[in-house]
């Protein structure tokens, strides 16, 4: 009988004590589906991945893989494959021996183990190693063979725990691409815990954004970033604009400038807060139409300018794609437009 969903964590709660690390969580995952548990640290992240995972157990709720309740199974027996920050490789192991303990723990016959175990370093394309000794290999290497060492037990389950937080940014880059391929070629369903809004939305078909032991909202990267529930996810998943106004009649004021508002606003009337991204704004020239303004600072980050512009209502970042040419000075005066559809109302927090 094929489940609807392969992981159901159904109210889950965990007390520390008198501290309560996760209030009320609940969620699904598809099979083969890449799923991120996005949030702040201390949001309860890791807390959440161990009781899947079934280090921790849950003061309250239930979790379900493949309709069978996982309370009473013990963590060796779920078919899990997991990955930490930490590379916890055995030092005085080659990457080979390494991805073949789990195997040796499982009872599976030595011919059988050094094929899989060449077919997982390869999976990480790091059969050219397998007889390198960690302190030989570099972070990224090592964290390959972490990966394979999960993936050689051909879990149904693969829990990764900020797997690419020790690794510098260009590094850290690559291995999101090669672990989002990887994932999608052996389709093996997988949760990763991060508080990097940009690997979650790179790598996960969906997120799960966590705020203080809750998950505040489920959704496709795209679509939380660009309807985000409330404030605090507008602003975990990238920079966003604050514009406060004033509504009436389908348009809104603010700093003197009107505008239109977007149809599902149109009928609102008085204080509103929007929202706007910096991708979403534009620059024009001193006079033209739009919020007035000034040229506070401009980055230059290769692809794009980061702009900050000073108005009466605060300062706004702006994002503009290099087109080859600067159009605006630092000092500057200039003027702030936008297109109604791109607003957003955000609740005040
Ligand atoms: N064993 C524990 N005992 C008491 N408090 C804990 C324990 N483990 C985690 N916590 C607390 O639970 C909260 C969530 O922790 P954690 O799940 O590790 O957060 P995250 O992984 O999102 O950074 C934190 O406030 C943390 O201090
Ligand atoms: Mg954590």
Request: charge should be neutral.
């Amino acid at each position: 009988m094929a489940a609807p969903h392969f992981l159901t964590l159904d109210r889950i709660r965990k007390d520390y004590g008198a501290f309560t690390a996760i209030r009320e969580v609940s969620f699904s995952v598809a099979p083969g589906e890449f799923l991120g548990l996005l949030g702040p640290s201390g949001c309860g992240k890791t807390t959440t991945l161990q009781m899947i995972a079934g280090f921790e157990v849950p003061s309250r709720g239930r979790i379900t893989m493949d309709g069978r309740d996982l309370t009473t199974v013990p963590a060796a027996k779920r078919g899990i494959g997991l990955v930490f920050q930490s590379y916890a490789l055995f030092p005085h192991m080659t990457a080979a021996e390494n991805v073949a303990f789990g195997l040796e723990m499982r009872w599976v016959s030595k011919a059988e183990r050094i094929k899989r175990v060449a077919e997982a370093l390869d999976m990480v394309h790091l059969a050219h190693l397998a007889d390198r000794f960690p302190r030989q290999m570099s972070g990224g290497q090592q964290q390959r063979v972490a990966l394979a060492r999960a993936l050689v037990i051909e879990p149904r389950l693969l829990l990764l725990d900020e797997p690419l937080s020790n690794l510098d940014a260009k590094l850290r880059e690559e291995m999101q691409v090669e672990l989002r391929e990887l994932q999608r070629r052996i389709g093996v369903t997988t949760i990763l815990v991060t508080h990097d809004q940009s690997e979650a939305m790179a790598l996960c078909d969906r997120v799960a954004i966590m705020q203080g032991g809750r998950i505040v909202q489920i959704d496709a990267p795209w679509r939380a970033y660009d309807v985000p529930a409330d404030d605090f996810v507008a602003d975990f998943l990238g920079r966003s604009n604050r514009l406060p106004a004033c509504a009436g009649g389908g348009q809104a004021e603010a700093g003197g400038h009107r505008f239109a508002l977007p149809p599902d606003l149109a009928d609102r009337q008085g204080d509103i807060l929007l929202t706007i991204r910096p991708e979403r704004l534009r620059i024009g020239n001193d006079g033209a139409a739009g919020l007035g303004g000034r040229v506070q600072s401009r980055l230059f980050l290769g692809g794009f300018w980061l702009y900050a512009v000073e108005t009466a209502l605060g300062s706004f970042a702006v994002m503009l794609q290099n087109t080859g040419t600067v159009p605006h000075d630092e000092g500057a005066p200039v003027t702030l437009n936008w297109d109604a559809h791109s607003l957003r109302r955000l609740e005040r927090a």
